[in-house]
């Protein structure tokens, strides 16, 4: 009896599941109402934009999100509270909460080349909320159908240094399917042509996107785009028959490139020191003004709460963040409780002065989920009233051997001086005539050397085969 009691039951609770896909109009199982997708942008909101930071320019902020607005008006789902942020983070990326929150990095704005291209990315966005793609990666995550792939801002080994990491985020990088951004691809190229931009903006940046490989992209802050979303040059033949479509119909399309790169003129490019940034091998924080030289060659990510050094082998890292809310009176009593409370046992210690600051360095041994046992070289710094805990971290065999560049990292740790602190400026974007004999290489190295000639053809959308041709008016990056 309890058995035919509970198949209906079951069947009642998969049909009360089942949605209106807004695109198709099929039906389909959904575990995410409409008002739950517009509860989850709402919520994540606030962690997204304490995370990634907010990039601070009103102006462009306004630009962008008038341009999200007018097409989300347009789509399939004009009643979400859409809303369109520039998040300030280096990697190459875009993305969309269920709900209507559409988020594009500082770093993609550099390799866009015009407005068309802006709104094909902004587009492809919305079709991906429109079409319930991220709402329906919750569902099948929910049924187990598929793992959710949580998002680490920073190495995953840097985990219990903080969790940084929800479900809600999380959800926002699970990969999307060929199918899924095909579907969004073509819908942002619906978009962008009935408010009468260029749809071929959108396989444009595609094929941008697809030779940013060479340049390997920027891995730092988020995910970059080459690494969330499918082969994008498979995707620029997939699209150019819907592109193809919309342009025969005529039409008087637009591409706004002059508007587009008087907005991005001067935007930074790479670390903005707002947050810190990396030159080499040294970090540099000229707001709360401080330095530290990882070991050389070292690969630095940077975030707004912690810095991560790997080794080149991977065999080894070092962080370096802030300690909250730090517990006791002395450095000593302040290291303690916070080796205890992340899980690490003292092997040695002892009050320190490094570069003429209290701290207290330590060797502790614990575990870290996906290393297992390790051994720690850490060394709690006070600088005026914030604590910092600067770590090396490396398996208890390889400890003695990386030991030593754990050490020298430690102690390169110092206060910049005001005057220091002044000095340093972002890399920016920058306009530039292009003139007769002018190269790729030449012009690279006379901007500062900042990006290679790779990417700068890139990013204006060209090769290194292809030399600029003068009175041309490209983007450039000049050092600050």
């Excluded at 009691?5 to 209106?20: D, E, I, K, S």
């Excluded at 306004?62 to 369109?84: C, H, K």
């Excluded at 269920?98 to 993609?108: F, K, M, Q």
């Excluded at 709104?119 to 995550?141: D, F, K, M, P, W």
Aim: with cysteine.
């Amino acid at each position: 009896m309890w058995r035919w009691v509970f198949v209906p039951v079951l069947l009642l609770g998969l049909v009360a599941a089942c949605a209106t896909n807004p695109v198709t109009g099929r039906r389909e199982l959904a575990f995410m109402s409409e008002a739950q997708e517009i509860a989850i942008a709402q919520e994540s909101d606030a962690q997204i934009k304490g995370e990634m930071g907010v990039y601070n320019d009103p102006l462009l902020q306004t630009y962008v999100n008038d341009i999200g607005q007018r097409m989300a008006r347009i789509s399939e789902r004009p009643q979400l509270p859409w809303r369109f942020t520039v998040v300030d983070v280096p990697a190459v990326n875009a993305f969309a909460v269920p709900g209507g929150a559409i988020y594009i990095t500082r770093g993609i704005l550099p390799f866009l080349d015009n407005e068309a291209e802006l709104a094909g990315v902004l587009g492809h966005e919305i079709g991906h909320v429109t079409a319930r793609h991220s709402a329906q990666q919750y569902t099948r995550q929910i049924s187990g159908q598929v793992g959710l792939i949580a998002l680490q801002v920073f190495v995953p080994q840097a985990r219990p240094f903080g969790q940084m990491s929800s479900q809600a985020l999380g959800v926002l990088f699970l990969r999307h399917g060929r199918d899924d951004e095909l579907q969004a691809d073509q819908l942002g190229a619906g978009y962008e042509a009935t408010l009468g931009w260029d749809p071929a903006g959108a396989s444009a940046f595609l094929s941008t996107l697809g030779r940013l490989a060479e340049a390997a992209g920027d891995r730092r802050g988020v995910p970059n785009w080459l690494s969330t979303h499918p082969d994008p040059l498979s995707r620029v033949r997939d699209i150019q028959p819907t592109v193809d479509a919309l342009t025969s119909i005529g039409g008087n399309y637009v591409t706004n490139r002059d508007e587009w790169l008087g907005r991005i003129d001067g935007v930074v490019y790479g670390d903005n020191p707002e947050q810190g940034l990396s030159r080499g091998n040294v970090f540099l924080h000229p707001v709360l003004r401080f330095r530290i030289d990882f070991p050389d060659q070292w690969e630095i990510a940077n975030g707004p709460q912690q810095v991560v050094a790997q080794a080149p082998d991977g065999d080894a890292l070092m962080l370096l963040r802030g300690v909250e809310q730090p517990q006791g009176q002395t450095i000593q009593e302040i290291a303690g409780n916070s080796m205890e409370t992340a899980g690490f046992r003292a092997t040695e210690g002892a009050a320190a002065t490094i570069s003429g600051l209290d701290a207290y360095l330590g060797v502790y041994q614990g575990q870290i989920e996906g290393l297992g046992a390790v051994t720690m070289r850490a060394a709690h710094i006070r600088n005026d009233d914030q604590i910092y805990l600067v770590a090396g971290i490396a398996s208890p065999d390889g400890f003695r051997q990386a030991d030593g560049a754990f050490l020298s990292s430690v102690r390169s740790f110092r206060e910049l001086s005001e005057a220091e602190a002044e000095a340093i400026h972002p890399d920016r974007v920058d306009l530039y005539i292009v003139r007769t004999g002018d190269t790729w290489q030449s012009i690279a190295e006379s901007s500062g050397g900042v990006v290679t000639p790779a990417t700068l053809a890139i990013m204006n959308q060209a090769t290194l085969a292809t030399q600029p041709q003068a009175g041309a008016r490209i983007k450039i990056v000049v050092s600050g």
